[in-house]
C-alpha cells in the first residue's frame, strides 16, 4: 500500500519569504501522479500543485513550485514571497488508483 | 462547469441516531466519486469509493455506509451514530482517468454528542 509521510506538523515563515514544505512517500508504481493541496481555515480543498512521476521537469505555480526527486520518493513544495493568504494547512498526496494523503503541515504565515 | 455540492455544512446529533449526507455533481457525466473523513487536525481518510451506479467499495470497516442512486448523487449514512463518527466528511469527484486529482466539496462538520 501507498503511503505519504509529512514530518513536519507545522510550520510559520515571515510575509514575503520562502518555505519549503516536505514530503515523502512509498510506493513500488513507477507511473503516478503527486499533488499539494491545500486547506484553508474554511476548510475548502484547493489544489495548488500537480506533477507527473514520469516526467522530471517540476512543476510550478507562480509561487508555488516542486521539487520533485523521484529516486528519493520525495516530493517537497515551495512558496515563494509567502503571502498572509497562504495560511493554511497543506497535504501532499499520491496518486496511482487512489488518492492517498498525508497527515498535513500546519503553515502559518507571519506578518 | 462542473461543480460539486454538498449538505448539510454543519450537523449535531445524538448518539445513536441516523445519518445522511449529500453530495451532487454538476457539468460531468459518470464521474467517480469519494468519501473521505478528516479528524480534528489530522489527514484525510478515504471511506468509500463509486466508479458508477450501485457500485460502492468501502475502504475501511465502520459504522457507516455508502449509496449512489443517480449517475450523480452519492450518499453516506449511518443508523446509529457513535460518538467517533465525529468529523469532518469531505465529499470529492473526479473523471474516470482521475490523472488532475480529485475536486472536492465545501465539507460537512458531524458532531455526535
Known amino acids: 500500500a501507498q503511503t505519504v509521510t509529512q514530518s513536519q506538523p507545522e510550520m510559520s515563515v515571515q510575509e514575503a519569504e520562502t518555505v519549503t514544505l516536505s514530503c515523502t512517500y512509498d510506493t513500488s508504481e513507477s507511473n503516478y501522479y503527486l499533488f499539494w493541496y491545500k486547506q484553508p481555515p474554511s476548510r475548502q480543498m484547493i489544489l495548488v500543485i500537480r506533477?507527473?512521476?514520469?516526467?522530471?521537469q517540476n512543476a510550478t505555480e507562480n509561487r508555488f513550485s516542486v521539487n520533485f526527486q523521484k529516486a528519493a520518493k520525495s516530493f517537497s513544495l515551495k512558496i515563494s514571497d509567502s503571502q498572509l493568504g497562504d495560511t493554511a494547512m497543506y497535504f501532499c498526496a499520491f496518486m496511482w488508483n487512489k488518492l492517498v494523503f498525508g497527515a498535513g503541515t500546519i503553515l502559518r504565515v507571519k506578518s | 462547469s462542473q461543480t460539486i455540492h454538498q449538505w448539510p455544512a454543519t450537523l449535531v446529533q445524538p448518539v445513536g441516531s441516523p445519518l445522511s449526507l449529500e453530495c451532487t455533481v454538476e457539468g460531468t457525466s459518470n464521474p467517480n466519486l469519494y468519501w473521505y473523513r478528516q479528524a480534528a487536525g489530522r489527514g484525510l481518510q478515504l471511506l468509500f469509493y463509486?466508479?458508477?451506479?450501485?457500485?460502492i467499495s468501502s475502504e475501511v470497516p465502520q459504522n457507516l455506509s455508502a449509496s449512489r442512486p443517480q449517475d450523480r448523487q452519492f450518499i453516506l449514512s449511518s443508523k446509529k451514530l457513535l460518538l467517533s463518527d465525529s468529523g469532518f466528511y469531505l465529499c470529492?469527484?473526479?473523471?474516470?482517468?482521475?490523472?488532475?486529482?480529485?475536486?472536492f466539496g465545501s465539507g460537512t462538520r458531524l458532531t455526535v454528542v
Open positions: 470529492a469527484w473526479s473523471t474516470s482517468r482521475d490523472s488532475y486529482g480529485y475536486t
Open positions: 463509486s466508479v458508477g451506479i450501485g457500485q
Open positions: 506533477q507527473e512521476a514520469y516526467k522530471q
